[in-house]
């Protein structure tokens, strides 16, 4: 059974770089049939897509995001990684790291199944 | 970007009834790339439903998904205790991918 465990820091200071790693176990990220996401949620409210990579390093990022985020893959252990740069308040947020199944090839067009457990982020000094 | 609109914010049932949940889109949702997820407190959200209709592995048969083009359904067709939460839809049919603001089903 696929298992996604995430890692990182729960405190940021402002205008420095949230970095979390989501670890895949149970399964292979160089799997061709899925991308590998990160969502994130403010407390209290919805849900925000971040960006999406596939195992060869493509990615998509959401465009509000995309001049301040970096998501990366390490196939070699099975991981991939988001950096947030230059991080205010408005960042405060549950992470969540996901796969990204689809039932077209290349798996461009995905939905998340399963999501790891999330991290708790808060930006303060 | 394409926005997703659920209605109603708040549905109070009872265990039991029937459930129906509706995501509309700003634009026609190509394919129909539409996902449901559940989301109880404190945890991550569970996929329901994908390609609009299509069940997830170990979803129970009293979820289903249906619409095309800008309007989309869920619907539980009978309300378990375990089944009061709240609700997200999601289109992966244009990118950015998007999700709706969530219709949180509580127990009346």
């Known amino acids: 059974q696929l298992q996604l465990q995430q890692s990182g820091p729960g405190l940021v200071k402002p205008s420095e770089t949230l970095s979390l790693t989501c670890t895949v176990s149970?399964?292979?990220?160089?799997?061709?049939?899925?991308?590998w996401g990160w969502i994130r949620q403010p407390p209290g409210k919805g849900l925000e897509w971040i960006g999406s990579?596939?195992?060869?390093?493509?990615?998509y990022y959401n465009p509000p995001l995309k001049s301040r985020v970096t998501i990366s893959v390490d196939t070699s252990m099975n991981q991939f990684s988001l950096k947030v740069r230059s991080v205010t308040a408005t960042d405060t947020a549950i992470y969540y790291c996901?796969?990204?199944?689809?039932?077209?090839?290349?798996?461009?067009?995905?939905?998340?199944?399963?999501w790891g457990q999330g991290t708790l982020v808060t930006v303060s000094s | 970007e394409i926005v997703l609109t659920q209605s109603p914010g708040t549905l109070s049932l009872s265990p039991g009834e029937r459930a129906t949940l509706s995501c509309r889109a700003s634009?026609?949702?190509?394919?129909?790339?539409l996902a449901w997820y559940q989301q109880k407190p404190g945890q991550a959200p569970r996929l329901l439903i994908y390609?609009?209709?299509s069940r997830a592995t170990g979803i129970p048969d009293r979820f289903s998904g249906s619409g095309s083009g800008t309007d989309f359904t869920l619907t539980i067709s009978r309300l378990e205790p375990e089944d009061f939460a709240v609700y997200y839809c999601?289109?992966?049919?244009?990118?950015?991918?998007?999700f709706g603001q969530g219709t949180k089903v509580e127990i009346k």
């Open positions: 634009q026609t949702v190509s394919s129909r790339y």
């Open positions: 390609g609009a209709s």
């Open positions: 149970g399964g292979s990220i160089s799997s061709s049939a899925y991308y």
């Open positions: 999601q289109q992966y049919g244009s990118s950015p991918w998007t």
């Open positions: 990579i596939y195992f060869s390093g493509t990615t």
């Open positions: 996901a796969r990204g199944p689809a039932d077209i090839f290349p798996p461009s067009h995905h939905w998340f199944d399963p």
